[in-house]
């Protein structure tokens, strides 16, 4: 369950999760591929623009393209929408999900080390962002005996919360809730020889200011403190979604040369922004990334 700090339940709270309820029942009713293409249009369509997701993600492709046209910030808009529809319900009708994901092409310069420290049970921690279907990679991995831990934010609503973690289970465990507890789970998991997955794309008051698309960017270095503390591996991976809009295409890069956590983090932002300039519409622009600077 969610700790304190998030979870809210009541009968407020159980009005405002019955229309949740009722969209994902009823997408759950489609089939697989229409639901994707259902929740994608809707987000795209009504959502986005009601709801002011679009102006954010203006806000930010102007940041760091200005001179960007406007045929081509549309065209973002309404792929970076879709794709987030898609992964939201890839994250609550799992079952169709976990197939495609286990069926996902799988490689990178980076596989065959990852695959070799896991069976040797050296400490691993992956590293992706808010991109593509990040959670693919735990599908395949525990296809292979390999349990991969991950932290999550839980939701403010008890009960969409309780649903949320039901199937975030149903695709891959251990998941812990964001917070000390969570995070000395987490810990526990990698220095006994496991795998992590995080994600490392937003912006955090605490972080260091390195860059990220050409702009300063405040960013969290524990990703690799904690390589360098417990002897981890550090991997920078991917999950970008194939044409068809359902598909994965899952790749590890070769782990991060061990020096200090600003340098590995840096190299992190690097190769993450490679992915977005070659994908940019796979990548969560409406988080405020480079808010603060």
């Not at 879709?82 to 992964?87: E, M, Q, T, V, W």
Request: with cysteine.
């Amino acid at each position: 369950m969610a700790t304190p700090e998030f979870e809210r339940g009541g009968p407020v709270n159980f009005l405002i999760d019955l229309p949740v309820r009722a969209l994902f029942g009823l997408v759950s009713l489609l089939p697989y591929r229409t639901s994707l293409t259902f929740a994608g249009w809707i987000t795209t369509r009504l959502l986005a623009p009601v709801f002011g997701i679009n102006k954010r993600i203006r806000s930010n492709l102007h940041h760091i393209w200005p001179n960007i046209s406007d045929a081509e910030m549309t065209r973002l808009c309404n792929e970076v929408s879709d794709n987030s529809a898609r992964l939201l319900v890839e994250s609550f009708i799992t079952g169709t999900f976990v197939k495609h994901a286990r069926r996902a092409r799988f490689g990178g310069g980076g596989k065959t080390i990852l695959l070799n420290a896991l069976e040797a049970q050296q400490p691993v921690i992956l590293v992706s962002g808010h991109f593509g279907n990040y959670q693919a990679i735990r599908v395949l991995l525990g296809d292979l005996g390999h349990k991969t831990a991950a932290i999550y934010r839980p939701m403010n609503n008890a009960y969409t919360n309780t649903r949320y973690i039901k199937n975030m289970n149903k695709i891959a465990t251990p998941n812990h809730p964001r917070g000390l507890k969570g995070t000395k789970n987490l810990l526990q998991h990698l220095r006994k020889g496991g795998a992590i997955a995080l994600l490392n794309d937003q912006a955090a008051g605490e972080g260091s200011i390195l860059t990220f698309m050409g702009k300063p960017a405040l960013t969290m270095t524990s990703a690799a403190e904690f390589a360098l503390k417990y002897n981890a591996l550090l991997f920078p991976y991917y999950g970008t979604r194939l044409p068809n809009g359902v598909d994965f295409e899952i790749e590890v890069e070769p782990p991060i040369v061990a020096s200090d956590p600003a340098t590995m983090t840096q190299d992190l932002n690097d190769s993450l922004e490679a992915r977005v300039r070659d994908h940019p519409g796979q990548w969560f622009w409406m988080h405020r990334r480079w808010k603060g600077l």
